[in-house]
């Protein structure tokens, strides 16, 4: 017989990576869309104005809905610790589409390094055997420390994101954006803990209003991220692997989930964040090498432009 617990997972899993395929749709066909308008300034609105009236774009929105959709169940029958982690799948799908969107043969290194970024997070997930049910916040927990850490890291990204330019650029939008993507997913959780309570209970807590800023901003940053970025897999690289790690921080340290903290567990869960980036950097190394390759220039000198447009 299955548990109560294994019911969940069983409803939760499924969940979580059909969500993650349609995120992954979602993020090739806006990329793809974005490129088809006129490149504007960082945050912007006048970008969503000009992608609004591309029918891809469009079916990039309704994935986005459905994606969102399913990651709320998910988060409604598992903690964040298991959800958070299997959207990391999301980079596997938004490859092969993107792949199939530009009529071009999937790339043989940036497949070996999303699979890498895939593998470093799944590692991070056993490693870390996460647990707990929590609903919503915990009054066990100092939020305060964690917050300022991650507005620091937004605001940081933003910064360097308006003062610089090509691959910078495009890197600190994708912090910008993974980080306001983890904290969203956070809140949607405790959102989905007060839906069990009734459908009118998330409209009385400050929470639901708070996701619909961040999560906004977040969309909105995204987009800038796949105009500016020459290749999808990279930048979504970043706000992928940041989107599920600052969803487990959150569950930790502000909703009172639990995770394996002995000494060989810390080692191991550090390993696994080191694959990650090995898989980032492996994945940013490539999309420079093809957009020299593309451009005619020589393969040994520097790219200006690798990562983005000016």
């Known amino acids: 017989m299955v548990s109560a617990s294994g019911t969940s997972l069983l409803l939760a899993v499924p969940a979580a990576v059909v969500g993650a395929a349609s995120m992954g749709l979602a993020s090739a066909a806006q990329a793809r869309a974005t490129k088809e ?3 504007s300034r960082i945050l912007d609105p006048g970008l969503l104005r000009g992608l609004a009236h591309r029918p891809l774009w469009l079916i990039g929105m309704v994935a986005t809905g459905a994606g969102l959709a399913l990651q709320l169940v998910a988060l409604a029958f598992a903690p964040l610790l298991v959800v958070q982690p299997l959207l990391i799948t999301s980079l596997m799908f938004a490859g092969v589409i993107s792949a199939r969107l530009e009529r071009r043969p999937l790339d043989r290194v940036m497949v070996a390094g999303a699979l890498v970024c895939v593998a470093g997070l799944a590692g991070f997930l056993v490693v870390a055997r996460p647990s707990g049910e929590s609903a919503g916040f915990s009054a ?11 507005g620091t ?6 910064v360097v994101s308006v003062l610089f330019h090509h691959s910078l650029r495009v890197l600190g939008l994708a912090v910008a954006t993974g980080v306001l993507y983890g904290v969203t997913a956070g809140l949607m959780k405790v959102v989905a803990g007060q839906a069990r309570d009734g459908l009118a209970e998330p409209f009385q807590n400050w929470t639901l209003y708070l996701v619909c800023v961040i999560g906004p901003l977040g969309f909105l940053l995204s987009q800038n991220t796949f105009q500016q970025g020459r290749f999808l897999t990279p930048a979504l690289a970043v706000i992928t ?5 600052v969803g ?22 550090a390993v696994a964040g080191v694959v990650i980036l090995v898989g980032i950097a492996l994945l940013a190394s490539r999309a ?21 447009t000016a």
């Open 288 to 308: 420079e090498h093809l957009a020299r390759a593309q451009s005619g220039a020589d393969p040994d000198v520097p790219l200006n432009a690798s990562e983005g």
């Open 37 to 39: 308008v006129e490149v």
């Open 241 to 245: 692997a940041l989107d599920p790690l």
């Open 140 to 150: 066990a927990t100092r939020p305060l420390p964690l917050a300022i850490v991650l």
């Open 153 to 158: 890291v937004t605001v940081v990204a933003l």
């Open 248 to 269: 487990v921080g959150i569950g930790v340290w502000w909703m009172g989930e639990t995770a394996n903290a002995s000494p060989w567990a810390l080692a191991g869960e």
